[in-house]
């Protein structure tokens, strides 16, 4: 069976964390685990690595997902995240499509879905996010979450066969789908339980900027109103229900109300997953386990609290200290957090950390242009910088935040 | 060692630039990587290794080769 080695050596509990494995699996092959694989080997170790994975998609990028991928400016493969020439220079086994099933820590032992049993010195956990649903979608055609390849080529599908689009979701994913559509010249709806696109996540002012963006764009929005459910004809989705009882009819149903990381399978492992994966400030979940990526959360030494990133940057930045840590390094993990969203032509960035209640001054730029960096500050300390269509800029702010969480 | 970089790819994070501003600039608006120096000296070395390594987009591609 490809992939499965012997484990030669001690039994796996005498092994003292600080030796260097001479067999990593990481479970998970997507942005985290595959920056770990790569960021080993880049280190110059040599032995066993094994990535294990759920889908059967070579490593590819998310963030297209909802964005070229969706509106089809990108065949799949461009999402791909390396060339096969590039994986195989990895000399890595792929195991793909077999999802890990069962974590036994003490042991570094994974099962898989179809039985492997996989063993290793170290194992990196890697598993990402899984989408929250409603109850009962999954038996109504018509209704997605997106989160794979798969759900992305799938909602695209719908998406061009016409009819009336309603996203469920005024955060990140929900208002790049909204955009996305529009742009496809889909009839859209966006339905929230919060007052402004992505106010809970970059405070008021931006997000009345970004609703009037999507209003102007031709998105309905009902906005500040609790869904309570789905309904549906004939195995179909025929629109979504609010909690007053109105019915806002739809063909294509996008369902993008957060999502949980993806523990299922670490139940019963001893693994504390109460809001991902448990690890201290060396991103170690227990002697020779790690985590990394939207899964892991961490204590951040220096803003002395425990975070859990969902981002693309945060995916690879960790995985260099997992990968450094493996490897008999001891750092700890000190990020600021970083990400980007593009809705239309907005192109945002956003660096640091936008707690609501926040002061916002705009010190770049001009509202009114579009165009302005935007500077969060709490207990009188800059804590996060904004760009709209100004990232260069935006970037060039960003040791304000740095400065104030004492990098 | 010589640089290649895929703007279509590029999301403007500006990590590139942070890390070897000698090399990396963006485009003020949408932030898109302009590359400066396609083939910098061996000083840069470390530096474009590490901002190839942490790029998002996976924008960026090394050949180390002289
Ligand atoms: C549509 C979309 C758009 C996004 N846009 C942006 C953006 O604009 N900017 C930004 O910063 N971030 C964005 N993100 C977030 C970013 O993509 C994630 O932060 C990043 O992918 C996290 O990487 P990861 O490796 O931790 O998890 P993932 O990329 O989710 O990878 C986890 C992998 O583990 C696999 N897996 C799950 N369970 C198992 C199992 N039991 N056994 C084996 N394998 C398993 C999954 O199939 C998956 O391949 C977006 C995400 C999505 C979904
Ligand atoms: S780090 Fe990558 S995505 Fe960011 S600006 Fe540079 S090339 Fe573009």
């Known amino acids: 069976m490809p992939g499965l080695r012997d484990h030669r050596g001690p039994p796996a ?3 003292p964390d600080d030796v260097v494995p001479d067999d990593v699996v990481i479970v998970g092959a997507s942005a985290g685990g595959l920056a770990v694989a790569e960021a080993l080997r880049r280190k110059g170790y040599q032995g066993g690595l094994t990535l294990l994975g759920a889908e059967s998609h070579p490593p590819y990028d998310r963030p297209p997902l909802s964005k070229q991928v969706l509106s089809g400016v990108w065949a799949r493969e461009r999402a791909y995240l390396r060339q096969a020439d590039e994986l195989s220079a990895l000399e890595a086994d792929f195991l793909l499509g077999d999802p890990a099933v069962r974590l036994d820590v003490a042991a570094r032992e994974v099962l898989t879905a179809s039985g492997r049993l996989l063993r290793a010195r170290a194992v990196v956990l890697a598993t990402g996010l899984t989408p929250v649903r409603f109850q009962g979608q999954d038996g109504l055609a018509g209704v997605h979450t997106l989160r794979t390849m798969d759900d992305a080529l799938g909602l695209r599908e719908d998406l061009l066969d016409g009819g009336r689009l309603v996203v469920v979701g005024e955060g990140v994913l929900g208002a790049e789908v909204a955009a996305t559509a529009r742009g496809m010249g889909v009839d859209v709806t966006l339905v929230g339980l919060g007052d402004a696109v992505l106010a809970d996540q970059l405070g008021d002012l931006v997000g009345g900027m970004l609703t009037r963006l999507h209003a102007e764009r031709g998105v309905r929005l009902r ?11 004939g195995g179909r989705v025929s629109g979504v229900r609010l909690a007053s009882g109105e019915l806002l009819p739809a063909e294509t149903v996008v369902v993008a109300i957060g999502s949980r990381p993806a523990t299922g399978w670490l139940h019963g492992s001893g693994l504390s997953v109460r809001d991902g994966v448990r690890c ?11 985590a990394v990526g939207d899964l892991a959360s961490w204590h951040h030494e220096k803003l002395d609290r425990r975070l859990r990133l969902e981002n693309r940057t945060n995916a690879v930045e960790q995985a260099r200290i997992v990968a450094a840590n493996l490897l ?3 750092r700890p993990y000190l990020p600021l957090p970083y990400f ?4 239309y032509d907005a192109k945002i960035q ?7 209640g926040a002061r916002v001054d705009v010190v770049e730029g001009d509202l009114e242009q579009n165009r302005f960096v935007a500077l969060y500050h709490r207990d009188g300390k800059v804590t996060g910088v904004l760009g709209w269509n100004m990232a260069k ?3 060039l702010h960003r040791g304000r935040v740095a400065d104030a969480i004492g990098d | 060692m010589n640089i290649a970089v895929d703007q279509d790819k590029c999301c403007g994070a500006g990590q590139c630039a942070l890390l070897a501003p000698e090399v990396f600039d963006q485009g003020e608006d949408d932030g898109i990587v302009i590359l400066l120096n396609p083939s910098p000296a061996e000083r ?23």
């Open chain 1, 13 to 15: 509990l005498t092994v």
């Open chain 2, 44 to 66: 840069f070395r470390a530096a474009v290794r590490e901002a190839a390594d942490v790029c998002p987009a996976s924008a960026i591609t090394v050949d180390l080769r002289p």
């Open chain 1, 350 to 356: 956003a660096h640091g950390f936008f707690p609501s």
């Open chain 1, 340 to 343: 980007w969203t593009d809705q």
């Open chain 1, 223 to 233: 906005l500040g109103v609790a869904v309570e459910g789905l309904s549906g004809s």
């Open chain 1, 328 to 330: 008999g390094e001891d």
């Open chain 1, 393 to 395: 800029a935006a970037r």
């Open chain 1, 280 to 290: 201290d400030s060396r991103c170690r979940a227990a002697p020779g386990v790690y």
